[in-house]
T-cell receptor, first 110, second 115 residues
Framework: EAQVTQNPRYLITVTGKKLTVTCSQN?????MSWYRQDPGLGLRQIYY???????DKGDVPEGYKVSRKEKRNFPLILESPSPNQTSLYFC?????????FGEGSWLTVV | AQKITQTQPGMFVQEKEAVTLDCTYD???????LFWYKQPSSGEMIFLIY??????QNATEGRYSLNFQKARKSANLVISASQLGDSAMYFC????????????FGTGTRLTIIP
């Protein structure tokens, strides 16, 4: 079964405390990306990766980092989270006619 | 200009009826793909159906079909025989060209199925 797995699903953290949201896919996809979903703004792309060690900025990359050391994993790193990064985050995997999303990670920064 | 427009913020439909969710798009790229996703209240984003710009036939997946009218730049989702479990937000999204594979999303339609 095709799966994109994100962890944690829910997190409340404090301003400035580094956190990582993990994403793993089992479909051997080369392309992966991160989105955030905010009310009134829809889903916006944060970063994407076209293959191992190949990453690039999306539309809203400020305050985020990513890495792609292996094909199946694409973690999203918030080095110093701020309240404006409170959002619902999605990892996506796939390309062409099939792009799957993870279940989402609800992140609250207080 | 909005790349993806969903003009129905909310819809109420009787159970077992068919429902059409509207989506229009704007692109000058001849190669693009159109996606529909379902987002239930639990938050996950579930892939429903895909239509490529060069596809000759309208896509179908079980109770979901896509009414693709290329000249009108519309890609409406049709759900046949609606069920209570269909109540959710529905998003239309577009991928343009090749490379980034970035999806541009519409603002969504909240569908409520009435028993």
């Amino acid at each position: 079964e095709a799966q994109v797995t994100q962890n944690p699903r829910y997190l409340i953290t404090v301003t400035g405390k580094k956190l990582t949201v993990t994403c793993s896919q089992n479909m051997n996809h080369e392309y992966m990306s991160w989105y955030r979903q905010d009310p009134g703004l829809g889903l916006r792309q944060i970063y994407y990766s076209m293959n191992v060690e190949v990453t690039d900025k999306g539309d809203v990359p400020e305050g985020y980092k990513v890495s792609r050391k292996e094909k199946r994993n694409f973690p999203l790193i918030l080095e110093s989270p701020s309240p404006n990064q409170t959002s619902l985050y999605f990892c996506a995997s796939g390309a062409g006619n099939t792009i799957y999303f993870g279940e989402g990670s609800w992140l609250t920064v207080v | 200009a909005q790349k993806i427009t969903q003009t129905q913020p909310g819809m109420f439909v009787q159970e077992k009826e068919a429902v059409t969710l509207d989506c229009t798009y704007d692109t000058s790229d001849p190669s693009y793909g159109l996606f529909w996703y379902k987002q239930p209240s639990s938050g996950e984003m579930i892939f429903l159906i895909y239509q490529g710009s060069y596809d000759q036939q309208n896509a179908t997946e079980g109770r979901y079909s896509l009414n693709f009218q290329k000249a009108r730049k519309s890609a409406n989702l049709v759900i046949s025989a609606s069920q209570l479990g269909d109540s959710a937000m529905y998003f239309c999204a577009m991928r343009e060209g090749f490379g980034n594979e970035k999806l541009t999303f519409g603002t969504g339609t909240r569908l409520t199925i009435i028993p």
